[in-house]
């Protein structure tokens, strides 16, 4: 079920049997040559839709909100298309969110993070939120990170507009990515470097990985196995 496909009364009727309700964030951002700017949201927009299907198809039910489209996207700004968001925006913003969904009276809130720059102030918005709620339990699922043992053992390797990103894109809209643009390497720095430009030395054209053993049956099964997974620890399965 869709926050935003539902009546007020329908809502309110269903409200109290419900599992969680799953707010996938994500971030306008640059994915290399070969994926689109929105990557971070189809991603854990698609896994949602799984979670919410598998758990239908139990006999309970979750809702899905509508995502947060936009992040905190510092390194990838020199990119075109890449639209950042300052961290306290979004830690307000997720906030009133997640303040909202409590006073509705959602006891467990899923954060379905879909974008590594948006962690620390998820992480502040969901804490903002425990102080005022004491009741209210909130999840941050970064999906890439909790399932990276589930990923791994589908791709060879993992990283920003990589293997696993790409293979999950293929899988869900095959004809928005542009394999044949598909190129890019693991890049690191010995320690943490934050200067304007360091996008440009540690993702080459946006990428951090190499993509080119992406496949949409690597991307099924990526989303398969961590769609699963949300939906066992949401059953209390695992
Ligand atoms: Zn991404």
Redesign the pocket.
Known sequence: MRLEELTWPELDEIKEKLEAVILPV??V?A?GRH?PLG??VF?PVEIARRVEEKIRGRGRDVLIAPPVWYGHAFTLNIYPGTINVRPESLRMYVGDILSELASEGFKRIIILN???GNIYPLTEAAEDVAELYPDVEVWLINW?IDFRDEILSVCSSQG??GED?TSVILAIMPELVHMDNARGRKTRTPVRIIKKDIGKELFPDGVNDDPRNASAEKGEAILEAVSEKISRLILGEE
Do not use: P
Request: hydrophobic share 20%; no cysteine; proline share 0%.
């Open positions: 994500g971030s951002e994915h994926l990557t971070d991603s879909g974008h590594g890439w920003h507009a990103e």
